[in-house]
């Protein structure tokens, strides 16, 4: 679990994920946020429908793919969360958008 | 991130230099660019400057300066002098083209533009090695750079069962920064090979003297007081089924050994981030020492290119501070190259940056023998995922690379989609280059590297569309 440390203080941004209500924080990318929530895996891979998270939190990885405002295979890691987002964990999909 | 970071306006047509990295060589080149009155663009990819090393530098997660560390506020200096310099910074901008003409293609916020740059500065930077060994694509796994990230932009630390394994100076790192967070890790797995001693020590006089060992050597010992250290590791592998749950080590011809854990954190050093020099046609050499390859570039960073400079880690890895430096040469040399300083003036400004670049040289070539990860941990185990996209193992990769005699990564992607995937090949190209190198009995510099080819990152057709074109273009493809 990736825990905010306690002087880590900064103003809670609301969004959506899988159309539950869920908490990030300014200043999070969509992929920190959801490390923050437990959520370790947040896509399954495109062959064989493994489960997968993000590795590098740098961009070059490509494993933190999701689902933003509808469309998909976006990079969660170098998405700054916004509030009011609507985040959705990724199903193996190849094409770019829905 | 809260700072409104200056240059927000759309992009203009031309720039005389656009720089593409916000880490220490890009806002070194640009600051100094842009110091000496040229139009400078600077493109970063992040949400907002510092690169990996200085990662949320302009808006720190983390008040308390301890627990990062004296060497990541650094960074402040540089970005001073980069916001003083007038220089415009379009951050979260993904640059998927860059051609011989120096056309810049970017994509920002759902919208692709194109820019026409009198010089390139590419300051792209660094990435982890691949480290395919079973299990790490398990989520829970991630890299050890990755940890720090998360640590140093949303001040978000890994605890529980965290278990850190590779080799490296920045996995010791972390480790010191975890340690000083209160969240020291469980157990740290050190695989760096203990016959590295023997090319590296000849080098340890330059390392004694050089910055890096007073201070590495201290924080190796607060890991070690407070975390136990398991070093001479051969062997490792993480199960689990839907997550990560147990990581398994064995030390040479010990019996194995294992634990369960929450996550894994790996690391075997970092290699040049080459994919959009490539691109451009930069030549790319073997490095022989470092084990990756790297864009060939002269004393100022110029590249094969004409008017594409390289500047840092991307141009072979050595440092922030050397990285910095080695920006600010490569800044001056672009300027000169615009006519807007003469040879004797570009020469008398690099003093100072080329004598803080010999001053960081000095230890690395201890430090790239010792820290040189085993040939077998760069080449993927059978069970490993060498290609994570295509979900390629090591087994299937090896096998087409002995049976087959596949003669290189580009027709290895013919028979097995390796590379093909979105990652680009950028977490298996080392993998796949090495294992076929080790198959047919040749050196990596004749198997050569995957060819890189435009646009380097994911574009959509709504962003290309968003590209301005006029009655021409609409007529070459047949619209109306």
């Known amino acids: 679990m990736f825990q905010r440390l306690p002087e880590a203080r900064r103003p809670a941004l609301p969004f959506l994920l899988d159309g539950a209500p869920a908490e990030g924080r300014e200043g999070d990318s969509v992929a920190a946020a959801l490390l923050a929530l437990g959520q370790d895996a947040c896509r399954e891979s495109a062959v064989s429908g493994q489960p997968r998270g993000g590795y590098c939190m740098m961009g070059v990885c490509f494993d933190c793919l999701v689902v933003i405002d509808g469309i998909g295979n976006r990079q969660a890691c170098l998405t700054p969360l916004r509030a009011g987002m609507v985040v959705e964990t990724q199903r193996g999909r190849r094409e770019p958008a829905r | ?480």
Request: charged residues 20%; glycine residues 12%; hydrophobic residues 45%.
């Open chain 2, 1 to 480: 991130m809260s700072a409104p970071p200056p240059g927000e306006a759309a992009p203009r047509d031309a720039y005389d230099i656009v720089v593409v990295g916000a880490g220490p060589a890009g806002l070194s080149a640009a600051a100094v660019a842009a110091g000496q009155g040229a139009s400078v663009l600077l493109l970063d990819e992040g949400m907002g400057p510092g690169g990996q090393i200085y990662r949320g530098i302009a808006n720190p997660a983390l008040p308390d300066r301890r627990i990062l560390g004296a060497d990541y506020w650094k960074g402040e200096a540089l970005l001073r002098a980069f916001a003083a310099s007038g220089a415009a910074y379009h951050p979260c901008a993904a640059v998927w083209h860059l051609d011989a003409a120096r056309r810049v293609g970017f994509s920002r916020e759902g919208r692709a533009h194109l820019v026409q740059a009198g010089q390139v500065v590419l300051a792209t930077g660094a990435l982890e090695r691949p480290f395919p060994v079973a299990g790490w694509t398990l989520p829970g796994v991630l890299s050890a750079g990755a940890a720090q990230t998360l640590l140093k932009a949303q001040g978000l630390a890994a605890t529980g069962r965290v278990v850190l394994a590779g080799c490296g100076p920045l996995l010791w790192l972390l480790a010191s920064q975890l340690v000083a967070a209160g969240r020291p890790p469980a157990l740290l797995l050190d695989t760096t090979p203990a016959g590295n001693w023997r090319h590296a020590l000849p080098h340890l006089p330059g390392f004694l003297a050089s910055p890096y060992a007073r201070k590495g050597l201290a924080l190796m010992a607060r890991v070690r007081r407070a975390v136990p250290v398991i070093g001479g590791v051969t062997d490792l592998a993480i199960e689990g089924e839907a997550r990560a749950g147990r990581v398994t080590y064995r030390r040479g011809g010990a019996a194995p050994a294992g634990l369960p854990v929450d996550h894994v954190l790996l690391h075997q050093g970092v290699t040049p981030n080459l994919n959009l020099a490539a691109a451009a046609g930069c030549a790319l050499d073997w490095e022989p020492v470092q084990a990756c390859f790297q864009p060939r570039t002269d004393a100022w960073g110029l590249t094969t290119r004409p008017g594409i400079w390289l500047a840092g880690d991307g141009a072979g890895i050595a440092g922030a501070e050397a990285a910095a430096a080695r920006g600010s040469l490569a800044g001056l040399a672009a300027v000169a190259a615009l006519g807007r300083i003469d040879a004797a003036t570009r020469d008398r400004l690099a003093a100072a940056p080329r004598a803080a670049l010999a001053r960081h040289r000095r230890g690395r070539a201890f430090l790239d023998r010792l820290y040189r990860p085993a040939g077998h941990f760069r080449r993927a185990a059978d069970a490993a995922l060498a290609c994570r996209c295509e979900e390629v193992t090591g087994a299937t990769l090896r096998e087409a690379a002995e049976r087959l005699q596949v003669p290189g990564p580009n027709q290895m992607k013919a028979f097995l989609r390796c590379g093909m995937g979105p990652c680009q090949g950028r977490l298996c190209g080392l993998t796949v280059t090495e294992t076929i190198a080790a198959a047919r009995r040749l050196s990596p510099a004749e198997i050569g590297y995957y060819n890189l080819r435009s646009p380097v990152k994911p574009l959509t057709l709504g962003e290309l569309a968003s590209l301005p074109h006029d009655e021409a273009d609409l007529r070459a493809t047949g619209g109306a």
